[in-house]
């Protein structure tokens, strides 16, 4: 188990002056316990008293533990509290014939972002054999001066790493002492740097010897003699190192003053040492490794495509420089092997100080795929710098030093001024009605493209100048068989690419379509199409992917004529469906607004009525007929597959101006009268009508004759009916009607 997740312990503060001193026997409250894996509180376990903890590893189990939660050990008892101390930890063991392995003493560490516990181990691991142990043996561990600061969660126990075989393995009597100090520390010594020693610059690794009682260190590093306009701090939790950045050919002033809550100690004397021209970076490392967690496998930036295997703390790719230009940004990408909440920084040493700031920092998404945008400043040092990635467990990383899991990888950038861009290579691609995708090869010093588009060469009737930070552009709405000019000019802050050539491309006289085909083909098919003047059979049982192409099947229409459609279909299901679509605006798509969904009829007919649109364009245009057995009208659409049985067909239609006669009728010059009627229905003008029929209220026919004036309706019943006149040229014109 790498990491040790639980759930928040309830953790209350209570003051009071004193330290820990305490026995986790497992007698009383078991909230102060918290077992990591399989096991439980039980007599067997005891090594005194009649309780202990004990652990169940099964075959699968690497590692299992016990700890005693310090917080919880405050709420029993207000006088046992954390003094920042040092601290002696015992722990009793035993265990049954089988498991083998080792027991640790450890240290738990809640880190509350992440809501999980790390291990710190604090004495030596103890081998166990498969023997059994049926009497207890102790292990020791000792926790510093510092580590366990006042804010901190902690737990102290019992860690078992589980080699081979199984059984159970138990802990009692889980101890914690804390030493009780007087007095405040004494002084230390800087080991780096030394006094009156030359260092390098940049974040200078600033390091000390601890002191026995000390439980925190203030350091201040200034310019001259006493002061701390570089650093002043407070380091805690037994750290005794901090990276303090230094500037080149300088001199500095450093003290340290361990502390306590008995005081600082006095008389610590300040050092003072140099810095020469020599650039040193921050070291870096990570103290757990394993190929499946937390591990960079691919950087990508600007031109950087670098993949990684090795498993190591620190990868040195300084070798391997990403060139970027002054006020430009570049996508990064970071690839982690092992994602587990992992949490990405980069770095790049703008100012070139050797020190990497806040100010120089990014963070990535929190995804395997680690992504994110670097912004290269207009006010960074030109010439090549350091680039700095890391990747750790849980917590946003820090840019030097040591951590538990994770990787680091350090790149060279070089930073260039930016200049005025060249121009670029334009590429139309293939169209896909009614648009297309200018594209073009980026430019180096470009941080944008001004894209200009028209009708005519040189116009900008399309697009006029429109800025974009892609390599591509989308160009929509255009015609059939018409040559349009496209213009793309690479731009930054300091102008536009001059003398960049425009290409030009022609539309296709006719649009290439949308796909459609259905996944099973055999069944639910179209076997006729009734519309306008189409009256086509289809009698192949099998087509490919259950399309068929009728486009030689061309059926006219007027605009605002109304046309009745009648679908067949030959061995047709309940569940059938059938759509309509018309490219009304001949733009090679099927829109929603062009769309007719049919009546279901009965299982082997759907029928409708389609009115040409008054702004439907004149001339040839496609009509797609879709037949789908589906539940949810919703799932059938104009184009890709749809899954289930079905057929679609493609047809022509011919839409043409109305001529006087139809127009007459458009405009509502008939009318039928009186309305409602008692058993005789008069139609105005009967010029033009080929065939009369009515319909009840369902849709049902119940009547069908020639065109007369007059209509007797007498044998019907009183009610609505909807009378259609058929005209000669295949529009129709559809009256409500009521008989009394």
Same mark, same amino acid.
């Given at each position: 188990?790498?990491?040790?997740?639980?759930?928040?312990?309830?953790?209350?503060?209570?003051?009071?002056?004193?330290?820990?001193?305490?026995?986790?026997?497992?007698?009383?409250?078991?909230?102060?316990?918290?077992?990591?894996?399989?096991?439980?509180?039980?007599?067997?376990?005891?090594?005194?008293?009649?309780?202990?903890?004990?652990?169940?590893?099964?075959?699968?189990?690497?590692?299992?533990?016990?700890?005693?939660?310090?917080?919880?050990?405050?709420?029993?008892?207000?006088?046992?509290?954390?003094?920042?101390?040092?601290?002696?930890?015992?722990?009793?063991?035993?265990?049954?014939?089988?498991?083998?392995?080792?027991?640790?003493?450890?240290?738990?560490?809640?880190?509350?972002?992440?809501?999980?516990?790390?291990?710190?181990?604090?004495?030596?691991?103890?081998?166990?054999?498969?023997?059994?142990?049926?009497?207890?043996?102790?292990?020791?561990?000792?926790?510093?001066?510092?580590?366990?600061?006042?804010?901190?969660?902690?737990?102290?126990?019992?860690?078992?790493?589980?080699?081979?075989?199984?059984?159970?393995?138990?802990?009692?009597?889980?101890?914690?002492?804390?030493?009780?100090?007087?007095?405040?520390?004494?002084?230390?010594?800087?080991?780096?740097?030394?006094?009156?020693?030359?260092?390098?610059?940049?974040?200078?690794?600033?390091?000390?010897?601890?002191?026995?009682?000390?439980?925190?260190?203030?350091?201040?590093?200034?310019?001259?003699?006493?002061?701390?306009?570089?650093?002043?701090?407070?380091?805690?939790?037994?750290?005794?190192?901090?990276?303090?950045?230094?500037?080149?050919?300088?001199?500095?002033?450093?003290?340290?003053?361990?502390?306590?809550?008995?005081?600082?100690?006095?008389?610590?004397?300040?050092?003072?040492?140099?810095?020469?021209?020599?650039?040193?970076?921050?070291?870096?490392?990570?103290?757990?490794?394993?190929?499946?967690?937390?591990?960079?496998?691919?950087?990508?930036?600007?031109?950087?495509?670098?993949?990684?295997?090795?498993?190591?703390?620190?990868?040195?790719?300084?070798?391997?420089?990403?060139?970027?230009?002054?006020?430009?940004?570049?996508?990064?990408?970071?690839?982690?092997?092992?994602?587990?909440?992992?949490?990405?920084?980069?770095?790049?040493?703008?100012?070139?100080?050797?020190?990497?700031?806040?100010?120089?920092?990014?963070?990535?998404?929190?995804?395997?795929?680690?992504?994110?945008?670097?912004?290269?400043?207009?006010?960074?040092?030109?010439?090549?710098?350091?680039?700095?990635?890391?990747?750790?467990?849980?917590?946003?990383?820090?840019?030097?030093?040591?951590?538990?899991?994770?990787?680091?990888?350090?790149?060279?950038?070089?930073?260039?001024?930016?200049?005025?861009?060249?121009?670029?290579?334009?590429?139309?691609?293939?169209?896909?009605?009614?648009?297309?995708?200018?594209?073009?090869?980026?430019?180096?010093?470009?941080?944008?493209?001004?894209?200009?588009?028209?009708?005519?060469?040189?116009?900008?009737?399309? /697009? #006029?100048?429109?800025?974009? &930070? %892609? @390599?591509?552009? $989308?160009?929509? +709405?255009?015609?059939?068989? =018409? !040559?349009?000019?496209?213009?793309?000019?690479?731009?930054?802050?300091?102008?536009?690419?001059?003398?960049?050539?425009?290409?030009?491309?022609?539309?296709?006289?006719?649009?290439?379509?949308?796909?459609?085909?259905?996944?099973?083909?055999?069944?639910?098919?179209?076997?006729?199409?009734?519309? /306008? #003047?189409?009256?086509?059979? &289809? %009698? @192949?049982?099998? $087509?490919?992917? +259950?399309?068929?192409?009728? =486009? !030689?099947?061309?059926?006219?229409?007027?605009?605002?004529?109304?046309?009745?459609?009648?679908?067949?279909?030959?061995?047709?299901?309940?569940?059938?469906?059938?759509?309509?679509?018309?490219?009304?605006?001949?733009?090679?798509?099927?829109?929603?607004?062009?769309?007719?969904?049919?009546?279901? /009829?009965?299982?082997?007919?759907?029928?409708?009525?389609?009115?040409?649109?008054?702004?439907?364009?004149?001339?040839?245009?496609?009509?797609?007929?879709?037949?789908?057995?589906?539940?949810?009208?919703?799932?059938?659409?104009?184009?890709?597959?749809?899954?289930?049985?079905?057929?679609?067909?493609?047809?022509?239609?011919?839409?043409?101006?109305?001529?006087?006669?139809?127009?007459?009728?458009?405009?509502?010059?008939?009318?039928?009268?009186?309305?409602?009627?008692?058993?005789?229905?008069?139609?105005?003008?009967?010029?033009?009508?080929?065939?009369?029929?009515?319909?009840?209220?369902?849709?049902?026919?119940?009547?069908?004759?020639?065109?007369?004036?007059?209509?007797?309706?007498?044998?019907?019943?009183?009610?609505?009916?909807?009378?259609?006149?058929?005209?000669?040229?295949?529009?129709?014109?559809?009256?409500?009607?009521?008989?009394?």
């Amino acid at each position: 188990m790498k990491k040790l997740l639980l759930s928040c312990f309830l953790a209350l503060g209570i003051g009071a002056n004193a330290q820990y001193n305490y026995v986790g026997d497992f007698e009383g409250s078991a909230a102060i316990y918290g077992q990591f894996g399989t096991g439980s509180i039980t007599a067997a376990a005891a090594c005194t008293g009649s309780f202990g903890g004990q652990l169940a590893p099964t075959a699968v189990t690497t590692q299992t533990g016990w700890m005693m939660q310090l917080e919880e050990v405050t709420l029993l008892n207000p006088a046992q509290t954390n003094n920042s101390q040092a601290a002696t930890v015992t722990i009793g063991y035993k265990k049954d014939s089988g498991p083998v392995g080792s027991v640790v003493p450890m240290l738990f560490v809640y880190d509350e972002d992440a809501d999980s516990w790390s291990l710190v181990q604090i004495g030596n691991p103890v081998a166990v054999t498969s023997a059994a142990t049926t009497t207890c043996a102790t292990i020791t561990g000792t926790i510093p001066a510092g580590v366990m600061t006042a804010d901190g969660v902690y737990g102290v126990g019992a860690w078992y790493i589980r080699t081979s075989g199984t059984g159970n393995v138990y802990f009692d009597n889980i101890s914690i002492v804390q030493d009780i100090v007087a007095t405040a520390p004494a002084c230390t010594i800087f080991t780096a740097p030394l006094d009156g020693s030359t260092v390098g610059y940049g974040a200078f690794n600033m390091k000390w010897a601890p002191t026995a009682t000390a439980t925190a260190y203030k350091l201040t590093v200034g310019t001259t003699p006493g002061a701390s306009d570089v650093f002043s701090g407070t380091i805690t939790g037994g750290v005794t190192n901090k990276f303090v950045p230094v500037q080149k050919n300088k001199t500095y002033y450093a003290k340290v003053v361990p502390t306590n809550a008995n005081g600082d100690a006095t008389g610590c004397t300040e050092i003072s040492f140099m810095t020469n021209s020599t650039l040193d970076y921050c070291a870096v490392d990570v103290t757990t490794l394993n190929p499946n967690y937390e591990r960079i496998s691919n950087v990508k930036f600007a031109n950087i495509n670098n993949p990684s295997t090795a498993v190591v703390a620190y990868e040195d790719f300084t070798s391997i420089v990403a060139n970027v230009v002054k006020g430009k940004t570049y996508p990064m990408t970071v690839t982690i092997t092992g994602f587990d909440t992992d949490k990405t920084s980069v770095w790049i040493d703008y100012n070139q100080d050797g020190d990497f700031s806040a100010s120089e920092r990014v963070d990535l998404t929190s995804t395997a795929s680690a992504t994110g945008n670097i912004a290269i400043p207009t006010t960074a040092l030109t010439g090549n710098t350091r680039m700095r990635i890391r990747v750790n467990y849980s917590t946003a990383p820090e840019a030097c030093g040591t951590t538990s899991y994770g990787q680091v990888e350090d790149y060279t950038v070089n930073i260039a001024e930016p200049t005025l861009p060249n121009c670029t290579t334009v590429t139309a691609a293939p169209l896909q009605a009614p648009n297309t995708t200018l594209t073009w090869v980026e430019d180096s010093m470009a941080t944008g493209y001004k894209v200009y588009v028209g009708s005519t060469p040189g116009a900008t009737d399309i /697009a #006029n100048g429109v800025v974009v &930070s %892609t @390599l591509n552009f $989308v160009v929509n +709405g255009l015609q059939r068989n =018409t !040559a349009y000019y496209a213009k793309v000019v690479p731009t930054n802050s300091l102008g536009d690419a001059s003398g960049c050539a425009e290409i030009t491309f022609t539309t296709p006289a006719n649009w290439t379509y949308c796909a459609a085909t259905h996944t099973t083909v055999n069944a639910d098919r179209i076997s006729n199409v009734a519309f /306008a #003047n189409i009256n086509n059979p &289809s %009698t @192949l049982t099998t $087509v490919p992917g +259950g399309y068929e192409n009728f =486009t !030689a099947v061309v059926g006219n229409v007027v605009i605002d004529g109304m046309y009745p459609i009648s679908i067949t279909a030959a061995s047709g299901n309940a569940n059938d469906k059938v759509k309509v679509w018309i490219d009304y605006n001949q733009n090679g798509v099927f829109e929603d607004s062009e769309m007719t969904l049919l009546t279901y /009829a009965s299982i082997t007919s759907s029928t409708g009525n389609i009115t040409i649109p008054s702004d439907a364009l004149l001339g040839n245009t496609r009509m797609r007929i879709r037949l789908a057995r589906q539940a949810n009208a919703a799932s059938i659409v104009a184009c890709g597959n749809i899954s289930g049985q079905g057929r679609t067909q493609d047809y022509t239609i011919n839409v043409a101006a109305p001529t006087q006669a139809t127009a007459s009728v458009s405009k509502n010059s008939v009318s039928v009268y009186p309305n409602p009627f008692q058993d005789v229905l008069k139609i105005s003008d009967v010029k033009g009508v080929k065939s009369i029929s009515v319909s009840d209220a369902s849709g049902r026919e119940v009547k069908n004759m020639k065109a007369s004036a007059e209509l007797n309706l007498s044998d019907l019943k009183t009610g609505m009916y909807m009378v259609t006149l058929h005209m000669e040229d295949g529009t129709v014109k559809t009256f409500k009607t009521i008989k009394k």
